[in-house]
């Protein structure tokens, strides 16, 4: 799947601010009028020498500063605090991405909250933890599912109605952004609300995007089929219907049924085909053969013949609709 990249520290209003608080006289002669205590004229130096050449190294500066002249109220603790403050947030949004690449989830969503509490529309975090919590919860972790899936479905509501993040990576534009997001959101709710999850991982399927050709994509789409709408309409079925004569009702019941196992149907094969013979799909591919060919039995009357080619055409078709 997707892999974060690091994002550089936008200092450009950092920059702008040490000019009006420094103004063309220079921190060193300020300083020379001000003071006689070198340990701050050199701290502060030390600041202004590093600031766009080595940011970090003027952080450290410019915090050894406000540690050892915290009492001091003026242009130059009042500059200093603001500096450190805009370069922390920077550098959040920097580490944000480094910290779901090392799968490190406790610390992104800390970072993540501290970003959004600063920033509370900041449309590249609510997508990057929207998508780490898939990332979490397809490495058994789980904890962050319901984080995530706020964040998810806050950034699709901001891309849908028309924002734009500050940058697109690690997703190629907006309609890629949306498939893995919508995947998340599916992946997210399968246990929970298959319902939900159907709907998602349709949305997640039509966007142009490597989604669209992933074999799990339609695997979950197949569960979501199985554990909601199948499993509500089959219990339903049984309990009205079930040994007793056939009715216009109890047909028409089964016809709306059987519309569901072709959808689970067309979902198998298309993960199934979407695998192709990639050996570490080769256990998946047979289980889903195994399911794909039980329910195609069903509506064959017991017979499996053109379950094969069924398979090698089902990415060639449209995606069906929910029923």
């Not at 962050?144 to 940058?167: H, R, S």
């Not at 216009?248 to 993960?271: C, F, G, M, Q, T």
Request: net charge positive; proline share 5%; glycine share 6%.
């Amino acid at each position: 799947m997707k892999v974060f990249t690091g994002r550089p520290i936008v200092m450009g209003f950092l920059l702008m601010l040490s000019l009006v608080v420094l103004g063309s006289s220079g921190a060193g002669v300020a300083f020379g009028q001000e003071t006689d205590d070198q340990v701050k004229i050199d701290t502060y130096k030390r600041f202004v020498d590093n600031r766009v050449a080595n940011p970090s190294a003027a952080y450290q500066a410019a915090r050894d500063y406000l540690q050892k002249y915290t009492k001091d109220k003026d242009q130059y603790t009042d500059y200093l605090q603001k500096w450190v403050m805009f370069y922390e947030r920077d550098d959040r949004k920097k580490k944000l991405p480094i910290l779901i690449n090392e799968k490190n989830f406790a610390e992104a969503y800390r970072t993540g909250t501290k970003i959004l509490t600063d920033e509370p529309d900041y449309l590249r975090a609510q997508i990057d933890l929207g998508y780490a919590g898939y990332l979490a919860a397809s490495a058994k972790n789980e904890t962050y599912n319901t984080e995530a899936l706020g964040y998810a479905k806050k950034a699709i509501a901001a891309l849908e109605a028309g924002k734009v993040p500050t940058e697109w990576v690690p997703f190629k534009g907006k309609d890629d952004t949306l498939a893995y997001l919508y995947y998340a959101v599916g992946f997210l709710t399968l246990k929970t609300a298959p319902d939900q999850a159907l709907d998602s991982l349709l949305k997640a399927a039509r966007f142009e995007s490597d989604i669209k050709k992933t074999p799990s994509t339609y695997y979950f789409l197949a569960i979501a089929y199985e554990s909601g709408p199948y499993k509500t309409m089959s219990a339903a079925f049984q309990t009205n219907y079930a040994n007793k004569p056939e009715t216009p009702e109890s047909k028409a019941a089964l016809e709306k049924l059987n519309v569901v196992i072709d959808r689970i149907i067309d979902a198998y094969a298309r993960a199934i085909a979407a695998a192709g013979t990639d050996p570490k799909t080769e256990q998946s591919r047979k289980d889903w053969q195994a399911q794909l060919t039980n329910y195609y039995k069903f509506r064959h009357d017991g017979s499996d013949a053109g379950v094969n080619e069924y398979i090698a055409a089902a990415l060639q078709k449209p995606l069906p609709p929910k029923p």
